[in-house]
């Protein structure tokens, strides 16, 4: 399935000040960026076919792969001067890189990739800027079961803001947002062409599209308690730049030996 990655956006609350354009997805979690990261999860459950849908700070996103150097991140012998890989991270990846446009929303850009997904009955899309440990393949097999449009994995609020009931002035109960019967888009999606036919221009995919859908009820949701993590901010991006190099990496599936007789 080809894997739609949404990396054009400005990503204000990570930037250093004016003169940094690094777009969001390009901040480093140890030797790689979140995209590398994103991207491996997919790579890992066999989807290797990405399009990537630029814009705000293009150029940081196309000079990396252009100059990709595999022994950052894999074991490799270096014999008679020649380097020989042990392994390789994106040696049988497909990558297509699109100018969406520096202020397209995340609908818009969809719909310029439109052309990239035809003949796709299912393809995946992503914020570029979340990590997790969610079971990709069981989200897509219930999606691929159902008649939807689109599913979304859906996790708790990661807020740790506590909310308060209040009977008048006095305090009936205090609860923590995450044990609220409530959840939030946590930006791994799967969708079929249907998708497209209610995204208008410069529309937004989960307030149109998939509001959309949700109405016709054919929008289904993924529920997810584990490891999910974004980095919207530069704690968060910290918190999961630390995990990495304390070696905590749950979302590094591909580090990870598979089961025995299990299957990708």
Not at 13 to 29: E, T
Not at 198 to 216: I, R, S, W
Request: negative net charge; contains cysteine; proline residues 5%.
């Amino acid at each position: 399935m080809k894997v739609v990655l949404f990396c054009g956006g400005y990503g204000m609350r990570m930037r250093n000040g004016p003169a940094d354009d690094v777009p969001k997805p390009m901040q480093m979690v140890g030797p790689r960026p979140l995209l590398w990261h994103v991207m491996r999860y997919y790579a890992h459950f066999g989807h290797t076919d990405f399009v990537l849908c630029l814009g705000y700070g293009a150029r940081h996103i196309k000079d990396f792969f252009l100059s990709y150097t595999e022994t950052a991140s894999n074991d490799f012998v270096l014999r008679d001067g020649k380097v020989e890989l042990l392994s390789t991270d994106i040696s049988d990846w497909t990558v297509t890189f699109v100018h969406t446009g520096i202020e397209s929303s995340i609908g818009e850009r969809l719909r310029r990739v439109r052309e990239h997904v035809e003949g796709e009955e299912i393809f995946l899309a992503n914020y570029a800027d979340v990590l997790t440990d969610a079971p990709l393949d069981h989200m897509i097999g219930a999606f691929a079961a159902s008649e939807a449009g689109a599913s979304m994995m859906v996790v708790p609020p990661q807020s740790t803001f506590h909310c308060v009931e209040l009977d008048g002035h006095t305090v009936r109960s205090i609860s923590s947002v995450s044990q609220l019967p409530v959840w939030e888009n946590a930006g791994f999606f799967a969708l079929r062409q249907e998708v497209f036919d209610h995204l208008p221009e410069n529309g937004d995919l989960v307030e149109d599209a998939c509001g959309t859908l949700a109405e016709k009820g054919k929008l289904i949701a993924y529920p997810y308690r584990g490891f999910w993590q974004p980095a919207d901010t530069f704690k968060e991006r910290a918190a999961l730049d630390a995990a990495y190099e304390s070696g905590a990496r749950p979302w590094m599936l591909w580090e990870k030996p598979a089961a025995v007789g299990a299957g990708a």
